[in-house]
């Protein structure tokens, strides 16, 4: 900018640069908010089938479920809660299987989100799935891939009594509430551990003591 | 056409220009996510030149970057709802690499050095030249890393199952190689012929 630049210039060239701006900004917005309306029932859609298939996964035997949240020692089943998500799966017969939890904590590199299947009969959780993890490629994330890791979750024992499951590494687990460490990743291992037995002293209280009104399939 | 050719060789963005690192190195682990990138930068690269292009007489010099950012800000967005509609397993492995998309130099660059002198249709054929060029590099990026550092492509196995993975290949320290020598290679056989 120069001296020599008359105020008038500057004005008109200013009121145009806002115009210019406004024009660009109301026509993006538009743009957006067309994108976000078309999409967003796909995206719903997306979301809804990931979280039934992720129920699947650690519930096989479920036929239809019902989604609880956690409220202080009850649960509600309406959104109002503040604790973890639950669902209560039903078999065929409509008679209660187990339940998928949502559970989370920190890993090694970010927040990993899981859900697990547990089955108040047996107290012991049946699946597990990593629903997102930002561990390490290769190493860390074979928590979500892994099969022998994942098969440490078919039939784990969490009866409460116990002091919880504890984590093996390199000798091999001999106790049924024990989980066998991946080679390489102890710290996402261990942080899979400690979201269970963290979640479990705070879930399975309360399912146990809502357990009648869980059962109920309508 | 020269217009379209030159991003696929003699200018290619990541070989030549090296523009735009940060997905070039962060999300060519697997096939699938270089495709989706190169797809989406593609797109949005066409869309902000043929609008810049279109409104190159409109927008005064002194506002130019930032309606240029605005622009391709909102393709971004756009490209990132249309991502998460189609599958969200894409764009959970993208993660947040498709918002980074805004500050990818390339498209800026191109928006700021051609579109903004050049007519619409120059302009969706250089954008069009350097989108192809960009998921030509990725993908190449892409299909040594997953090979080598999974055994797979697109999640097929390629050297059968007795294949033990070269993990280091889909970690980060992986890509500063694989680009190291391709860029080694490419410029090796450009000195050669030139």
């Known amino acids: ?218 | 056409m020269n217009d379209f050719l030159k991003g696929l060789w003699k200018e290619n963005p990541v070989f030549v220009q090296v523009l735009g690192m940060c997905p070039v190195l962060a999300i060519t682990n697997t096939v699938m996510n270089s495709i989706v990138m190169g797809l989406a930068t593609t797109f949005v690269l066409v869309s902000s030149a043929v609008i810049v292009s279109a409104t190159r007489s409109l927008i005064p010099k002194q506002v130019r970057i930032a309606s240029y950012i605005l622009i391709i800000a909102t393709f971004v967005t756009m490209s990132d709802y249309i991502i998460k509609a189609v599958s969200l397993d894409a764009h959970r492995s993208l993660g947040p690499f498709i918002s980074l998309i805004v500050v990818n130099c390339i498209i800026l660059g191109r928006a700021e050095a051609f579109s903004s002198r050049n007519g619409i249709g120059a302009s969706v054929m250089d954008a069009l030249g350097m989108g192809a060029g960009f998921t030509l590099a990725i993908l190449m990026l892409g299909v040594i890393r997953e090979s080598l550092g999974s055994g797979t492509i697109l999640g097929m196995s390629v050297f059968g199952a007795s294949y033990e993975p070269w993990v280091i290949m889909i970690l980060p320290g992986g890509a500063f190689f694989v680009l190291g020598f391709l860029l080694l290679g490419i410029n090796r056989f450009n000195m050669s012929r030139g």
């Open chain 1, 1 to 218: 900018m120069t001296e020599s630049m008359g105020s008038e210039t500057k004005t008109t060239s200013s009121t145009r640069m806002i115009l210019t701006l406004g024009s660009v900004g109301l026509v993006a917005s538009v743009l957006l908010v067309v994108t976000y309306t078309v999409t967003l029932p796909y995206i719903e859609a997306n979301q809804a089938a990931y979280l039934l298939a992720s129920i699947r996964d650690v519930l096989p035997e479920a036929e239809t479920n019902l989604a609880w949240t956690i409220d202080g020692e009850s649960v509600t089943n309406d959104e109002s809660g503040s604790g973890p998500r639950i669902f209560a799966g039903f078999d065929a017969d409509s008679v209660l299987y187990g339940f998928a939890i949502e559970a989370q904590g920190q890993g090694y590199a970010d927040v990993i989100r899981i859900i697990y299947g547990y089955r108040p009969d047996c107290a012991c959780i049946i699946g597990m799935k990593v629903l997102e993890s930002r561990e390490t490629p290769g190493l860390g994330d074979k928590i979500g891939t892994d099969p022998a890791f994942r098969s440490n979750f078919d039939s784990l024992d969490v009866r409460l009594d116990d002091g919880g499951i504890a984590l093996i590494k390199q000798v091999g687990k001999t106790n049924p509430w024990e989980i066998d460490a991946i080679s390489g990743a102890t710290i996402s291992s261990e942080a899979i551990t400690d979201i269970l037995n963290a979640s479990n002293a705070i879930v399975l209280p309360v399912i146990h003591a809502n357990l009648e009104i869980l059962s109920r399939h309508e």
